[in-house]
């Protein structure tokens, strides 16, 4: 009881951090229809980035994550108007191909420069008991962030000038465009938050499991799983579905081999889009 | 003085030419109207003037500067506002932040308060609803609120797309009172409609548009007592 206990917090905990990959997911597709295929890569980056600042420059990993942050941003508004400007009007094929050869550069360049040998951020806060339940304040840690960026990135949305034009071009981009919104500009910081969370959310996992610069791969899977969950474009619906999927990550292996997860998550995953393909909590559709 | 001016201009969509060179231009201070059947290129003109399409040939003229080839969203911050047809709302949005989206442009930002107030008054349902998302407003509320969305640009030239479009008459009436009252108050309108009978009767000067060319313009009254256009628009 207590084990099963231990692994609902610890996948809760992890769930945050799903949540908040996922979001950069969510965040693009809910504003310009773009499915990212680089999200993946982009995530590996965020996790070699604090690697490199941790071990080579001896930075906080925490501290290290602000710099991921902005790298992230920037590296999207690049990747924006290199790959996905161009193709932006034209048939989903067209930009999922083009955020694709992004990934494949990602990838590629990672490779040769970081080889596909695994690395791990050697920096543990220790550990928390609760009880018989014994988690590690990374986690914690980790969750705490993501949660308080989420909250953050909702404020940002609801409540600042460039967040408020973000809303109306994801909701109408003609009509912005019509009221002096440069929607062209909001589109490529729009990319840009999607990528930063992207990275973000990679540098935390770094804090937690070893990786290797093709594990963003994975969390870009369970990103679309989750977005399917919660309902594309919609940021808190990617949280919540951070969440069951965390969840159920803690518990599948405590009664079945933890190689069936996958498995269990795409059964979902399809079950989702057969049965309720606008997500389970609704999203919006414009 | 032409505050603005469209010269010779043609356009289209892809292979499809709609305009035929046409030319039209708006006095500052003045309520003009274009009228014309469906698919007399009304609407394409307007794109044409907003830079949604660019022109093929021929040019757009605002306040002596040529601004054919400027983004949409570079006329809108210089006071060239167009209320769509269609209302193109923000439909996730709340009416106050489809209000505030209208005061994007940096000309309308120092005035948001004084032009809420302003809209408000105008539009008192606007004011009931003010926390409803717009979405799920009437059509005729929601026709106010694309017009008022458009009065927070802190318009120069204001152009409005088929105000009359699938609403009661009454409604109809009650917001070409209330263009009647921002022409009193100065503001430079283009009204584009189907609804010839009440764009001439409101309007100062009005152009007619048959298949893409300005097919006969003069002051509104004298158009509406013509001959041609009585019986091709008018039905009498």
Redesign the interface.
């Given at each position: 009881m207590d084990f099963l206990l231990t692994s609902i917090l610890d996948g809760l905990l992890l769930g945050f951090v799903y949540g908040l990959a996922a979001m950069g997911l969510t965040l693009i597709w809910g504003v310009m229809n773009v499915i990212n295929l680089s999200h993946g890569p982009i995530i590996s980056l965020g996790m070699f980035g604090v690697y490199l600042l941790f071990s080579g420059l001896g930075i906080n990993p925490y501290v290290a994550l602000i710099f991921v942050a902005i790298f992230g941003l920037l590296l999207g508004i690049v990747i924006y108007f290199v790959a996905v400007n161009r193709v932006i009007n034209a048939p989903h094929l067209s930009t999922l191909l083009a955020t694709f050869s992004v990934a494949m550069i990602i990838t590629g360049l990672g490779t040769a420069v970081f080889s596909a040998s695994p690395r791990n951020v050697d920096y543990s806060l220790g550990s928390f008991t609760l009880g018989s339940a014994t988690i590690p304040i990374n986690r914690i840690v980790a969750a705490a962030l993501s949660m308080l960026i989420t909250a953050g990135l909702y404020i940002y949305l609801r409540r600042t000038r460039s967040g408020r034009y973000i809303r109306a071009v994801a909701n109408n981009r003609n009509a912005a465009e019509l009221m002096g919104v440069p929607s062209v500009r909001i589109l490529a910081l729009s990319f840009g938050i999607g990528t930063m969370l992207a990275t973000v959310a990679g540098g935390l996992i770094a804090t937690l499991f070893p990786f290797t610069i093709l594990a963003g791969g994975t969390y870009e899977l369970k990103s679309f799983v989750i977005g399917v969950l919660g309902g594309l474009g919609n940021p808190v619906g990617a949280l919540l579905g951070g969440l069951i999927l965390g969840v159920l990550e803690g518990i599948i292996p405590t009664f079945m081999p933890a190689t069936w997860v996958p498995v269990i998550e795409f059964i979902l995953f399809v079950l989702i889009l057969m049965v309720r393909p606008q997500g389970l909590f609704g999203a919006k559709k414009s | 003085m032409a505050i603005l001016e469209i010269r010779d201009v043609t356009s289209g969509y892809g292979e499809v030419q709609i305009l035929w060179g046409t030319s039209l231009s708006m006095e500052e201070g003045r309520l003009t109207s274009l009228v014309g059947a469906n698919g007399a290129g009304k609407t394409t003109l307007l794109r044409t003037v907003?830079g949604?399409i660019k022109p093929w040939q021929g040019s757009v003229w605002f306040n002596g500067q040529d601004i054919s080839h400027l983004?949409?969203?570079a006329k809108?911050?210089m006071g060239v506002?167009?209320v769509?047809e269609g209302r193109?709302?923000?439909?996730?949005?709340s009416v106050e932040?489809n209000l505030?989206?209208?005061a994007?442009?940096k000309r309308?930002r120092a005035h948001v308060a004084r032009n809420l107030e302003r809209v408000y008054e105008m539009f008192p349902r606007l004011k009931e609803r003010r926390a409803q998302k717009s979405g799920t407003m009437s059509g005729g509320e929601q026709q106010m609120l694309a017009v008022a969305?458009g009065i927070m640009?802190e318009p120069i030239v204001l152009m409005i797309d088929e105000l009359s479009l699938g609403l009661a008459p009454v409604l109809v009436l009650d917001l070409f009172q209330s263009l009647k009252k921002l022409k009193d108050a100065g503001l430079t309108m283009m009204l584009v409609e189907q609804n010839v009978q009440m764009a001439l009767a409101i309007s100062d000067y009005g152009y007619v548009l048959a298949q893409g060319r300005v097919e006969i313009d003069g002051p509104s009254r004298e158009l509406a007592e013509n001959e041609h256009v009585r019986s091709a628009y008018l039905g009498h």
């Open positions: - | 907003m949604s983004p949409t969203h809108a911050e506002v167009l769509p193109q709302l923000f439909t996730d949005m932040e505030e989206m209208g994007s442009p309308a969305r640009a």
